[in-house]
């Protein structure tokens, strides 16, 4: 029966896995690899993993920690953060990537993602929206690590994507990033009603609740979650972790798509 993928998300900086609270606050979670080591134990269903750091760094994804990630990976995995050009995605696949995953580079240059989905296909190219507040709360989308704002709303921007032809868009809530106190259910919903480009949930698991409401509440493709699975209990004692079959099972037969 139909359910979810279920996806930890794993950001690093460099030979650092990290994990952040709102795009600013970050908490030291270890060696990538080794992560990625028992992410294999527990047979996660894909792993996306994002270089927070390149972007703002003005650099190239780190080419040698993601091989070393590549080369323990039993599962499919995404890489992004840092990628400008068509020349680092066809590197970042020939390692051994399913797709790579455009954030600032895709809303500074749409042109760009049209490129990429025309020459590495559309399965191949995930978009990632990061979505903050105004000061009138607001949604706005951002890039840059939450530091620049996008011009449209989140809807425009997911809709240009979607013409563009991307495979599928995360969207992140800047908001709820690592608070542990659920998704964003409103915005996941509006997205979901009015694209068809599968959407990724990312941004306040901090159960398998949450990741059970905000499927069942909206049109969501797939649920993700960095905190959820890095940390144990409500605390930050690093625990790497997933779901069992029994936990699982709660997703079962509720959609059919």
């Known amino acids: 029966m139909y359910r979810p993928r279920v996806i930890p998300v794993l950001l690093i900086d460099g030979r650092q896995a990290i994990k952040t609270i709102r795009f600013r606050e970050r908490i030291y979670l270890g060696d990538p690899v080794n992560t990625v080591s028992l992410f294999n134990a527990f047979e996660v269903d894909e792993l996306v993993v994002l270089d927070i750091g390149a972007t703002i760094q003005g650099r190239s994804p780190d080419i040698e920690v993601i091989r070393d990630i590549a080369s323990e990976a039993n599962m499919p995995f995404s890489v992004g953060g840092g ?16 797709k790579v995953v455009l954030s600032s580079a895709a809303f500074a240059d749409l042109g760009f993602v049209r490129e990429a989905v025309n020459r590495f296909g559309s399965s191949s190219i995930t978009a990632c929206m990061d979505v903050g507040r105004d000061w009138l709360k607001r949604p706005q989308v951002v890039t840059r690590s939450g530091t620049e704002v996008v011009q449209g709303t989140p809807l425009a921007n997911a809709t240009r994507l979607q013409d563009m032809g991307v495979g599928e868009i995360i969207v992140q809530s800047v908001v709820n990033d690592g608070v542990r106190q659920g998704y964003d259910i409103g915005l996941l919903g509006s997205l979901s009603e009015s694209i068809t480009v599968p959407i990724v949930a990312l941004g306040g698991a901090g159960s398998m609740q949450h990741m059970y409401d905000v499927y069942k509440q909206t049109h969501i493709s797939a649920v993700a979650g960095g905190s959820h699975f890095c940390f ?15 936990e699982l099972h709660m997703f079962h037969g509720l959609k059919i798509q």
């Not at 400008?84 to 399913?98: D, F, H, K, P, R």
């Open 83 to 98: 990628i400008v050009n068509c020349q680092q995605i066809e590197t970042l696949l020939a390692l051994g990537a399913e």
């Open 232 to 246: 144990k209990g409500s605390g930050r004692g690093v625990l790497i972790s997933y779901p069992g079959a029994d």
